[in-house]
């Protein structure tokens, strides 16, 4: 792959919190080389409230989030992905739209804070530790040198990378 800005897009369900707050932490530590995205199958109406409130205390800028449907990026107009990921199980086993430009389609599962339980504070953890896993596995994604690796390599790399554990 050559050096260039890249187009990334995350997908989830309901486009309300894993892949919105994935679309917020890319866009804010991509070094303008990254663009993201977010879409979903059958989006809800907005994003989480709880999603959108961690993000604004982590200073990271929430304008402009929209939960949205994911055929708006398989369209001849819409962006060119380079990459998508697919941040919720049911997602990745769901059949997605023919993406323009083949991108390569990589599957990163974080549990969904939204089915959290519990007290505000359980449900509010929930939301951090998503953000948590996302904030890790998008920094790894970002240090890896795309443009050097072959396409084979580099599924490899971001397949581990979604395999991480995320609670050390």
Known sequence: ?????????????H??????????????????RFHAYSGGSHPA?????????LLERLDIPTTGLHSKSWDEFATPDAPQMDFI???CDRA?????????????TIHWGIPDPKAAEGTEAE?????????RMLNNRISLYLNLPISSLDEMSLRHKLEEIGATRDHD
Request: some cysteine; glycine content about 6%; aromatic content about 10%.
């Open 1 to 13: 792959m050559s050096e260039h800005d890249y187009n990334v897009l995350f997908l989830c369900n």
């Open 15 to 32: 486009n309300a919190a894993r892949s919105i707050m994935a679309e917020a932490i890319l866009n804010a530590s991509g070094r303008g």
């Open 45 to 53: 109406s907005a994003p989480h409230p709880m999603a959108l409130e």
């Open 85 to 87: 990921f697919t941040v």
């Open 92 to 104: 990745a086993g769901e059949t997605c739209p023919v993406w323009p430009g083949a991108p390569m």
């Open 123 to 131: 449900r509010r953890l929930a939301y951090s530790d998503a953000y």
